[in-house]
C-alpha cells in the first residue's frame, strides 16, 4: 500500500506550459506540504496546507498554486513554466500537533525544455 | 529563521562499522523537533528517526540513533554495523512550530554516505 503517491512521475514539458502535479496520501493526515529538491539536492519547503491554514513560503512565484479538493489530496498546479522550474517535486503529508513525522511521495521529476 | 548546517558533503565507511553524520541547527524556538531522512539513489525520502526538543533521552530506530546535545545545538545520526545498502545521501531536518499549526520542514545540504566493501 502506498502511503503518499505523486503522479506523474516524470514530466517532460515545453517552457511556457501549464502542468499539474498530482498527490494523494492514505494515511488519515490532514496537512500537506510541497517542496523543491534543486539539482544540488537541496530542499525547500514550497506550501503547507491543511483545512484551517496554507502557509506559503514567500520564495515561491505566484505561478506555483496548491489545490485541494479534499483531505487526502493537495495538487500542484504550474502556470507557464520556466526552465529554473526543472527539479524534483515532492509532496508529504502528517499529522498535526505531536510528533509531526512527515512522509513523504516518491517525487516527481519535472524537465523544462 | 532555522538553520540546519551539515558540514560533511561525503563520507566513507566500512562495511560492518559505526558512522557518525553531524548535523548543527540553529532556532529560537523551544519548541521544535529533528528528523533524519535518507535518500537512496532511487529517489525517494525516507524517514530514519525523530528527535523533539523535550525529549530527555536520545532518540533510537535499530541501528539509528540519534546524539542529541541541545546545549551545543546538535543532533548527529549514528548508525551502527554500516550496510551496503546504507549508502545514500542523509538529509537532516527540523521542524518549529506551535501544536496544532503545520511544521514545515527545514532541511539541511545532505551528507553523501558511501559504505564500501
Known amino acids: 500500500d502506498t502511503a503518499v503517491s505523486q503522479t506523474p512521475k516524470y514530466l517532460v514539458t515545453q517552457m511556457g506550459n501549464d502542468k499539474s502535479i498530482k498527490c494523494e496520501q492514505n494515511?488519515?493526515?490532514?496537512?500537506m506540504y510541497w517542496y523543491k529538491q534543486d539539482s544540488k539536492k537541496f530542499l525547500k519547503i514550497m506550501f503547507s496546507?491543511?483545512?484551517?491554514?496554507?502557509?506559503i513560503n514567500e520564495t515561491v512565484p505566484n505561478r506555483f498554486s496548491p489545490k485541494s479538493p479534499d483531505k487526502a489530496h493537495l495538487n500542484l498546479h504550474i502556470n507557464s513554466l520556466e526552465l529554473g522550474d526543472s527539479a524534483v517535486y515532492f509532496c508529504?503529508?502528517?499529522?498535526?500537533?505531536?510528533?509531526?513525522?512527515?512522509?513523504f511521495g516518491p517525487g516527481t521529476r519535472l524537465l523544462v525544455l | 529563521a532555522q538553520k540546519i548546517t551539515q558540514t560533511q558533503p561525503g563520507m566513507f565507511v566500512q562495511e560492518k562499522e559505526a558512522v557518525t553524520l553531524d548535523c548543527t541547527y540553529d532556532t529560537s524556538d523551544q519548541s521544535y523537533g529533528l528528523f533524519w531522512y535518507k535518500q537512496p539513489s532511487s529517489g525517494e525520502m525516507i524517514f530514519l528517526i525523530y528527535q523533539g526538543s523535550y525529549d530527555e533521552q536520545n532518540a533510537t530506530e535499530g541501528r539509528y540513533s540519534l546524539n542529541f546535545q541541545k546545549a551545543r545545538k546538535s543532533a548527529n545520526l549514528v548508525i551502527s554495523a554500516s550496510q551496503l545498502g546504507d549508502s545514500a545521501m542523509y538529509f537532516c531536518a527540523m521542524s518549529v512550530g506551535h501544536s496544532g499549526s503545520a511544521r514545515q520542514l527545514t532541511f539541511g545540504s545532505g551528507t553523501q554516505l558511501t559504505v564500501l566493501p
Open positions: 494515511l488519515g493526515h490532514d496537512t
Open positions: 496546507y491543511n483545512n484551517k491554514e496554507l502557509i
Open positions: 508529504a503529508s502528517s499529522r498535526q500537533g505531536g510528533r509531526e513525522t512527515q512522509y
